[in-house]
Protein backbone atom coordinates (compact mmCIF):
# COMPACT_ATOMS: atom_id res chain seq x y z
CA UNK A 1 0.00 0.00 0.00
CA UNK A 2 1.12 3.58 -0.83
CA UNK A 3 2.10 5.19 2.45
CA UNK A 4 2.38 8.82 0.54
CA UNK A 5 -0.97 10.95 1.45
CA UNK A 6 -1.37 12.63 -1.68
CA UNK A 7 -1.45 17.07 -1.05
CA UNK A 8 -5.03 18.46 -0.48
CA UNK A 9 -5.79 20.58 -3.57
CA UNK A 10 -4.98 24.50 -2.90
CA UNK A 11 -7.89 27.14 -2.63
CA UNK A 12 -6.84 30.64 -2.40
CA UNK A 13 -9.02 32.93 -0.74
CA UNK A 14 -9.36 36.63 -1.67
CA UNK A 15 -10.78 39.64 0.11
CA UNK A 16 -11.33 38.50 4.03
CA UNK A 17 -9.55 41.37 7.03
CA UNK A 18 -8.98 39.57 9.92
CA UNK A 19 -9.27 42.87 12.15
CA UNK A 20 -13.11 42.53 10.97
CA UNK A 21 -14.65 39.85 12.84
CA UNK A 22 -17.63 39.45 10.19
CA UNK A 23 -14.53 38.62 7.57
CA UNK A 24 -13.18 36.65 10.38
CA UNK A 25 -16.67 34.35 10.43
CA UNK A 26 -16.66 34.32 6.17
CA UNK A 27 -12.70 32.92 7.03
CA UNK A 28 -14.20 30.16 9.06
CA UNK A 29 -17.62 29.44 7.21
CA UNK A 30 -15.28 28.62 4.22
CA UNK A 31 -12.63 26.40 6.14
CA UNK A 32 -15.49 24.73 7.72
CA UNK A 33 -17.32 23.93 4.57
CA UNK A 34 -14.22 23.00 2.33
CA UNK A 35 -11.15 22.73 4.88
CA UNK A 36 -11.09 18.90 5.23
CA UNK A 37 -10.95 18.63 1.47
CA UNK A 38 -8.81 21.88 0.47
CA UNK A 39 -5.61 23.49 1.66
CA UNK A 40 -6.61 27.08 2.61
CA UNK A 41 -4.49 30.00 1.37
CA UNK A 42 -5.44 33.67 1.83
CA UNK A 43 -4.12 36.55 0.01
CA UNK A 44 -2.22 38.51 2.17
CA UNK A 45 -0.54 41.27 -0.09
CA UNK A 46 -0.60 43.96 2.56
CA UNK A 47 0.75 41.74 5.42
CA UNK A 48 4.20 40.90 6.92
CA UNK A 49 6.34 39.16 5.44
CA UNK A 50 4.42 39.18 1.73
CA UNK A 51 6.60 42.57 0.88
CA UNK A 52 8.50 39.71 -1.00
CA UNK A 53 5.17 38.57 -2.32
CA UNK A 54 4.54 41.81 -3.32
CA UNK A 55 8.08 41.83 -4.93
CA UNK A 56 7.85 38.79 -6.47
CA UNK A 57 4.36 39.80 -8.42
CA UNK A 58 5.74 43.30 -9.15
CA UNK A 59 8.55 41.51 -11.03
CA UNK A 60 6.53 38.87 -12.70
CA UNK A 61 3.99 41.77 -13.84
CA UNK A 62 7.24 43.09 -15.98
CA UNK A 63 8.62 39.90 -17.71
CA UNK A 64 7.11 39.10 -21.04
CA UNK A 65 4.22 37.37 -20.65
CA UNK A 66 5.43 34.37 -22.50
CA UNK A 67 7.80 33.50 -19.06
CA UNK A 68 5.41 34.71 -16.83
CA UNK A 69 2.89 31.67 -17.67
CA UNK A 70 6.09 29.36 -18.27
CA UNK A 71 8.08 27.47 -15.75
CA UNK A 72 10.01 30.98 -15.11
CA UNK A 73 7.20 32.28 -13.38
CA UNK A 74 9.46 33.96 -10.69
CA UNK A 75 7.64 32.02 -7.57
CA UNK A 76 9.24 28.82 -8.92
CA UNK A 77 12.57 30.14 -7.59
CA UNK A 78 11.11 29.49 -4.13
CA UNK A 79 11.08 25.80 -2.70
CA UNK A 80 7.17 25.22 -2.37
CA UNK A 81 6.99 24.88 1.27
CA UNK A 82 7.91 28.11 1.96
CA UNK A 83 6.20 29.76 -0.85
CA UNK A 84 3.07 28.25 0.75
CA UNK A 85 3.86 28.88 4.00
CA UNK A 86 4.55 32.90 3.22
CA UNK A 87 1.09 32.61 1.38
CA UNK A 88 3.28 33.20 -2.32
CA UNK A 89 1.00 30.58 -4.15
CA UNK A 90 1.79 29.94 -7.72
CA UNK A 91 -1.13 29.49 -10.60
CA UNK A 92 -0.24 25.86 -10.70
CA UNK A 93 -0.68 25.54 -6.82
CA UNK A 94 -4.32 26.00 -6.98
CA UNK A 95 -7.46 24.78 -8.13
CA UNK A 96 -9.42 27.93 -7.29
CA UNK A 97 -10.10 31.20 -5.96
CA UNK A 98 -13.11 32.61 -3.78
CA UNK A 99 -13.25 36.33 -3.78
CA UNK A 100 -14.87 36.72 0.17
CA UNK A 101 -14.70 40.41 -0.11
CA UNK A 102 -17.81 40.98 1.92
CA UNK A 103 -18.38 44.84 0.59
CA UNK A 104 -15.19 45.84 -1.25
CA UNK A 105 -16.59 46.92 -4.26
CA UNK A 106 -19.09 50.24 -4.89
CA UNK A 107 -18.64 53.60 -5.01
CA UNK A 108 -18.29 53.91 -1.26
CA UNK A 109 -14.98 52.16 -1.27
CA UNK A 110 -13.08 54.45 -4.71
CA UNK A 111 -10.01 55.42 -2.42
CA UNK A 112 -9.74 50.96 -2.63
CA UNK A 113 -9.83 50.78 -6.50
CA UNK A 114 -6.44 51.40 -7.25
CA UNK A 115 -5.48 48.72 -4.51
CA UNK A 116 -8.01 46.47 -5.93
CA UNK A 117 -7.02 46.39 -9.59
CA UNK A 118 -4.41 43.77 -8.87
CA UNK A 119 -7.26 40.92 -9.19
CA UNK A 120 -8.32 42.11 -12.69
CA UNK A 121 -4.84 40.63 -14.08
CA UNK A 122 -5.25 37.85 -11.18
CA UNK A 123 -8.19 36.63 -12.07
CA UNK A 124 -7.63 36.80 -15.86
CA UNK A 125 -4.36 34.66 -15.43
CA UNK A 126 -6.01 31.75 -13.44
CA UNK A 127 -9.50 32.08 -15.83
CA UNK A 128 -6.01 30.96 -18.75
CA UNK A 129 -4.82 28.64 -16.51
CA UNK A 130 -8.15 27.00 -16.25
CA UNK A 131 -8.75 27.46 -12.56
CA UNK A 132 -12.42 28.83 -11.34
CA UNK A 133 -13.19 32.39 -9.61
CA UNK A 134 -15.84 32.52 -8.12
CA UNK A 135 -17.21 35.98 -6.09
CA UNK A 136 -18.70 34.19 -2.57
CA UNK A 137 -21.99 36.36 -1.57
CA UNK A 138 -21.30 40.18 -0.75
CA UNK A 139 -22.31 43.05 -1.57
CA UNK A 140 -22.24 45.48 -4.48
CA UNK A 141 -22.50 48.60 -5.83
CA UNK A 142 -23.74 50.97 -6.27
CA UNK A 143 -21.28 51.80 -9.29
CA UNK A 144 -21.74 55.55 -10.43
CA UNK A 145 -18.00 56.55 -10.25
CA UNK A 146 -16.11 55.83 -13.96
CA UNK A 147 -12.70 54.06 -12.12
CA UNK A 148 -15.28 52.30 -9.71
CA UNK A 149 -17.07 50.97 -13.07
CA UNK A 150 -13.93 49.98 -14.67
CA UNK A 151 -12.90 48.19 -12.20
CA UNK A 152 -15.78 45.80 -11.44
CA UNK A 153 -16.76 45.25 -15.06
CA UNK A 154 -13.00 44.13 -15.67
CA UNK A 155 -13.15 41.80 -13.09
CA UNK A 156 -16.51 40.50 -13.85
CA UNK A 157 -15.19 39.73 -17.09
CA UNK A 158 -12.82 37.02 -15.23
CA UNK A 159 -15.15 35.16 -13.02
CA UNK A 160 -17.13 31.94 -13.50
CA UNK A 161 -19.82 32.92 -11.30
CA UNK A 162 -21.05 35.76 -8.52
CA UNK A 163 -23.49 35.37 -5.98
CA UNK A 164 -24.86 38.62 -4.22
CA UNK A 165 -25.99 38.72 -1.18
CA UNK A 166 -29.43 40.57 -1.84
CA UNK A 167 -31.36 41.95 -4.74
CA UNK A 168 -30.21 45.61 -4.40
CA UNK A 169 -26.68 44.24 -5.45
CA UNK A 170 -27.97 41.91 -8.15
CA UNK A 171 -29.55 44.98 -9.83
CA UNK A 172 -26.54 47.70 -9.37
CA UNK A 173 -24.73 44.74 -11.32
CA UNK A 174 -27.01 44.27 -14.03
CA UNK A 175 -26.95 47.97 -14.54
CA UNK A 176 -23.69 47.02 -15.87
CA UNK A 177 -25.10 44.99 -18.58
CA UNK A 178 -23.29 42.08 -17.59
CA UNK A 179 -24.28 38.51 -18.61
CA UNK A 180 -27.36 37.80 -16.03
CA UNK A 181 -26.40 33.27 -15.73
CA UNK A 182 -23.52 34.84 -14.32
CA UNK A 183 -25.44 35.88 -11.17
CA UNK A 184 -27.26 34.19 -8.50
CA UNK A 185 -28.72 36.03 -5.29
CA UNK A 186 -27.83 34.09 -1.89
CA UNK A 187 -27.57 35.07 1.83
CA UNK A 188 -24.38 35.83 3.84
CA UNK A 189 -22.60 32.69 4.22
CA UNK A 190 -21.92 33.20 8.36
CA UNK A 191 -25.31 32.61 9.16
CA UNK A 192 -24.93 28.78 9.37
CA UNK A 193 -21.75 29.08 11.25
CA UNK A 194 -22.63 28.09 15.52
CA UNK A 195 -21.02 30.68 17.88
CA UNK A 196 -19.62 29.35 21.35
CA UNK A 197 -22.13 30.55 23.92
CA UNK A 198 -20.20 31.93 27.51
CA UNK A 199 -20.64 28.97 30.23
CA UNK A 200 -22.40 32.12 31.93
CA UNK A 201 -25.11 32.49 29.24
CA UNK A 202 -28.28 32.86 31.57
CA UNK A 203 -26.36 36.24 32.64
CA UNK A 204 -26.70 37.36 29.18
CA UNK A 205 -30.44 37.02 29.22
CA UNK A 206 -31.37 40.70 30.03
CA UNK A 207 -28.25 42.15 27.95
CA UNK A 208 -28.68 44.15 24.84
CA UNK A 209 -25.25 44.55 22.82
CA UNK A 210 -24.60 47.64 21.17
CA UNK A 211 -22.27 47.47 18.34
CA UNK A 212 -20.94 50.90 17.14
CA UNK A 213 -19.41 51.60 13.88
CA UNK A 214 -17.14 53.89 12.63
CA UNK A 215 -18.13 53.77 9.40
CA UNK A 216 -21.11 55.96 10.56
CA UNK A 217 -18.62 58.57 11.51
CA UNK A 218 -16.60 57.84 8.03
CA UNK A 219 -19.25 57.01 5.69
CA UNK A 220 -22.05 59.00 6.17
CA UNK A 221 -23.19 62.65 5.40
CA UNK A 222 -22.92 65.31 7.64
CA UNK A 223 -26.24 65.28 8.96
CA UNK A 224 -26.06 61.59 10.05
CA UNK A 225 -22.61 61.59 11.06
CA UNK A 226 -22.95 64.92 13.78
CA UNK A 227 -26.01 62.77 15.41
CA UNK A 228 -24.71 59.00 15.47
CA UNK A 229 -22.95 59.05 19.05
CA UNK A 230 -26.09 61.12 20.71
CA UNK A 231 -28.23 58.66 18.93
CA UNK A 232 -26.73 55.81 20.43
CA UNK A 233 -26.34 57.47 23.68
CA UNK A 234 -30.40 58.39 23.54
CA UNK A 235 -30.81 54.16 22.40
CA UNK A 236 -28.61 53.33 25.98
CA UNK A 237 -30.58 55.44 27.80
CA UNK A 238 -33.69 53.79 27.08
CA UNK A 239 -33.09 50.49 27.13
CA UNK A 240 -31.89 51.60 30.69
CA UNK A 241 -35.12 53.09 31.18
CA UNK A 242 -37.24 49.74 30.08
CA UNK A 243 -34.74 48.00 32.99
CA UNK A 244 -32.47 46.24 30.29
CA UNK A 245 -28.90 45.99 30.85
CA UNK A 246 -27.19 47.60 27.97
CA UNK A 247 -23.60 46.05 26.76
CA UNK A 248 -21.09 47.34 23.75
CA UNK A 249 -19.98 44.40 21.71
CA UNK A 250 -17.19 45.47 19.63
CA UNK A 251 -17.40 43.60 16.16
CA UNK A 252 -14.11 45.26 15.08
CA UNK A 253 -10.98 46.44 16.96
CA UNK A 254 -11.29 49.68 14.68
CA UNK A 255 -13.95 50.40 16.54
CA UNK A 256 -12.58 50.34 20.01
CA UNK A 257 -12.06 54.11 20.13
CA UNK A 258 -16.02 55.13 18.93
CA UNK A 259 -16.98 52.81 22.16
CA UNK A 260 -14.58 55.17 24.60
CA UNK A 261 -16.22 58.28 23.19
CA UNK A 262 -19.53 57.03 23.71
CA UNK A 263 -18.64 55.41 27.52
CA UNK A 264 -17.33 59.44 27.89
CA UNK A 265 -20.40 60.95 27.54
CA UNK A 266 -22.10 58.55 30.22
CA UNK A 267 -22.79 58.88 33.79
CA UNK A 268 -22.24 54.83 34.37
CA UNK A 269 -19.62 53.79 31.39
CA UNK A 270 -20.90 50.19 29.63
CA UNK A 271 -18.64 46.98 29.79
CA UNK A 272 -16.77 47.14 26.53
CA UNK A 273 -16.50 43.50 25.21
CA UNK A 274 -13.85 42.05 22.94
CA UNK A 275 -14.03 38.50 21.99
CA UNK A 276 -13.22 35.90 19.87
CA UNK A 277 -15.53 36.07 16.95
CA UNK A 278 -17.10 32.77 17.20
CA UNK A 279 -17.51 33.73 21.43
CA UNK A 280 -19.06 37.06 19.67
CA UNK A 281 -21.53 34.90 17.65
CA UNK A 282 -22.26 32.85 21.13
CA UNK A 283 -22.60 35.77 23.07
CA UNK A 284 -25.37 37.19 20.71
CA UNK A 285 -26.89 34.17 20.63
CA UNK A 286 -27.71 34.27 24.06
CA UNK A 287 -28.34 37.89 24.47
CA UNK A 288 -32.49 39.78 24.99
CA UNK A 289 -31.61 41.51 21.84
CA UNK A 290 -29.01 43.49 19.13
CA UNK A 291 -28.74 47.40 17.73
CA UNK A 292 -26.28 47.38 15.68
CA UNK A 293 -24.61 49.35 13.26
CA UNK A 294 -22.36 46.46 11.70
CA UNK A 295 -23.67 44.54 9.50
CA UNK A 296 -22.27 40.61 10.30
CA UNK A 297 -23.30 41.35 13.90
CA UNK A 298 -26.51 41.87 12.82
CA UNK A 299 -26.54 38.56 10.67
CA UNK A 300 -25.23 36.91 13.61
CA UNK A 301 -28.29 37.87 15.58
CA UNK A 302 -30.58 37.15 12.81
CA UNK A 303 -29.63 33.83 12.08
CA UNK A 304 -30.04 33.16 15.59
CA UNK A 305 -33.67 34.59 15.48
CA UNK A 306 -32.51 37.58 17.86
CA UNK A 307 -34.81 40.51 18.03
CA UNK A 308 -32.42 43.25 16.36
CA UNK A 309 -32.57 46.63 15.45
CA UNK A 310 -29.99 48.64 13.04
CA UNK A 311 -28.81 51.47 11.83
CA UNK A 312 -27.51 51.83 8.17
CA UNK A 313 -24.97 53.97 5.93
CA UNK A 314 -25.37 51.29 2.81
CA UNK A 315 -27.76 49.53 1.11
CA UNK A 316 -27.05 45.93 2.64
CA UNK A 317 -28.78 46.89 6.05
CA UNK A 318 -32.06 47.31 4.90
CA UNK A 319 -31.51 44.72 2.74
CA UNK A 320 -30.67 42.21 5.52
CA UNK A 321 -34.02 43.16 7.62
CA UNK A 322 -36.14 42.72 3.91
CA UNK A 323 -35.02 39.27 3.44
CA UNK A 324 -35.49 38.18 7.26
CA UNK A 325 -38.88 39.92 6.83
CA UNK A 326 -38.84 42.85 9.17
CA UNK A 327 -37.99 45.82 7.17
CA UNK A 328 -39.60 48.23 10.23
CA UNK A 329 -36.30 47.12 11.72
CA UNK A 330 -33.80 49.52 10.67
CA UNK A 331 -34.15 52.96 12.00
CA UNK A 332 -34.53 55.67 9.05
CA UNK A 333 -33.73 58.55 10.94
CA UNK A 334 -31.11 59.47 13.76
CA UNK A 335 -32.86 62.56 15.15
CA UNK A 336 -36.35 61.28 16.75
CA UNK A 337 -36.36 59.85 20.11
CA UNK A 338 -39.99 58.94 19.15
CA UNK A 339 -38.39 56.15 16.95
CA UNK A 340 -36.24 55.33 19.38
CA UNK A 341 -38.90 54.72 21.45
CA UNK A 342 -40.91 53.08 18.83
CA UNK A 343 -38.25 50.57 17.58
CA UNK A 344 -37.38 49.68 20.83
CA UNK A 345 -41.13 48.74 21.44
CA UNK A 346 -40.57 46.49 18.89
CA UNK A 347 -38.41 44.49 21.28
CA UNK A 348 -39.70 45.11 24.28
CA UNK A 349 -43.65 44.64 24.19
CA UNK A 350 -44.16 41.15 24.70
CA UNK A 351 -46.65 40.67 21.55
CA UNK A 352 -44.37 42.84 19.50
CA UNK A 353 -41.52 40.85 20.03
CA UNK A 354 -43.12 37.53 19.80
CA UNK A 355 -44.52 38.04 16.42
CA UNK A 356 -41.04 39.51 15.47
CA UNK A 357 -39.55 36.33 16.16
CA UNK A 358 -41.95 34.18 14.66
CA UNK A 359 -40.52 36.10 11.46
CA UNK A 360 -37.33 36.05 11.46
CA UNK A 361 -37.26 32.34 12.88
CA UNK A 362 -38.78 31.39 9.64
CA UNK A 363 -36.64 33.56 7.36
CA UNK A 364 -33.26 32.49 9.14
CA UNK A 365 -34.42 28.98 8.03
CA UNK A 366 -34.54 29.47 4.49
CA UNK A 367 -31.63 31.72 4.33
CA UNK A 368 -30.03 28.49 5.67
CA UNK A 369 -31.16 26.62 3.47
CA UNK A 370 -29.83 28.36 0.45
CA UNK A 371 -26.53 29.17 1.78
CA UNK A 372 -26.39 25.07 1.61
CA UNK A 373 -27.59 24.56 -1.62
CA UNK A 374 -25.06 27.44 -2.70
CA UNK A 375 -22.14 25.35 -1.26
CA UNK A 376 -23.30 22.58 -3.61
CA UNK A 377 -22.72 24.44 -6.44
CA UNK A 378 -19.36 26.17 -5.79
CA UNK A 379 -18.07 22.08 -4.66
CA UNK A 380 -19.21 21.37 -8.29
CA UNK A 381 -17.82 24.06 -10.34
CA UNK A 382 -14.54 23.72 -8.19
CA UNK A 383 -14.58 20.03 -8.92
CA UNK A 384 -15.51 20.38 -12.82
Not at 133 to 138: F, H
Amino acid sequence: MNSLVAEKKIIEVVGPSFQNKGDALMSYAIEKRLGSRYKIAYDTKTQAPFFLARLIHGVNRRLPRQMRRSKYYLAHLLPKTLRLSWQIIDYNDICGTLDCSGFQYGDQWIRLAHKLSWRIDHYRKLRESGKKVIMLPQAFGPFQSKIVRELILNILNNVDLVFVRDKASAHNLLDLKIDTSLIKIVPDITNIIKGKRPKDDLLWADRVCIVPNKRMLDMTKSAVRNKYIDFIIAIINEVRKRKLNPVILLHEKGDYPLAKLINSRLGIPLLIIDEDPIITKGIIGCCHSVISSRYHALVSALSQSIPSLGTTWTHKYASLFEEFGCPECIFESLDSYKEVEKKLDLLTNPYMRSHLIIKIEEKADIAKKNVLKMWEIVEMLLES
